[in-house]
């Protein structure tokens, strides 16, 4: 094998994270909402008789299909499926960090504008919905916890072909879990994460010291 054939592989290869193909790829959407003149988050309660984190707060959104085009296209579906609207009446939709689980996942969150008047929520997925006001989220504090994570090789690991062996140092991690509270609601978890990003972006944009914030009814 010649170095150049070899090296002309490699030119114009676009990278991505090593191992992705063996993630699930999830996509979720951060709905923004216009109510009496007010820019409000709008958020979902799962439903109470789904098998996986019955009602629990959360934002719309679910796993990428093979067929869907791209995340953005899932993240819009599955509001659209999840909140009973038209893909069409989801705008404005601009992405936000995407996020590695240590469970095997990768999300892909957006942020977009949806009617308020028009929704219909699915009751087999979406228990209830409600929002919270912009303006109080940017001003509100999280709690904020750490979930420690410990290594434990499996039986039969072999140690003795590490330096160290059953002493070695593995790098154990932690991650940080954040609960916001808003009157008789608990939101925490991967949504709570979702949405202190993007809190973050707005205070860096400095556009949160502005007198208003105006909510883009533009459609992209």
Not at 2 to 28: C, D, H, W, Y
Not at 46 to 60: L, W
Not at 175 to 184: A, L, Q, R, T, V
Request: net charge negative.
């Amino acid at each position: 094998m010649e170095m150049n054939r070899l090296m002309e592989q490699f030119q114009g290869r676009t990278p991505a994270i090593l191992g992705s193909e063996n993630f699930a790829k999830f996509a979720v959407l951060l709905p923004l909402v216009e109510k009496e003149g007010d820019i409000h988050v709008l958020f979902e309660v799962r439903s109470y008789e789904m098998r996986r984190q019955p009602g629990e707060v959360c934002f719309p959104g679910g796993k990428c299909d093979p067929e869907d085009k791209d995340e953005r296209f899932t993240a819009i579906r599955e509001t659209s499926e999840e909140l009973g609207i038209s893909p069409s009446a989801v705008h404005s939709t601009f992405p936000l960090d995407f996020m590695l689980s240590p469970f095997g996942t990768i999300i892909f969150p957006f942020v977009g504008v949806l009617p308020a008047d028009r929704l219909k929520p699915n009751p087999d997925e979406v228990a209830e919905v409600f929002t919270v006001p912009l303006d109080y989220l940017l001003t509100a504090v999280p709690d904020r916890h750490s979930v420690h994570f410990k290594v434990e090789p499996e039986e039969g690991f072999p140690f003795n072909l590490i330096i160290g062996g059953e002493d070695y140092n593995w790098q154990a991690r932690s991650m940080d879990e954040y609960f916001y509270f808003y009157e008789n609601r608990i939101i925490w978890g991967l949504t709570a994460r979702i949405l202190k990003h993007f809190i973050e972006l707005i205070k860096e944009s400095g556009i949160a010291s502005s007198p208003s914030l105006p909510l883009d009814k533009s459609r992209k």
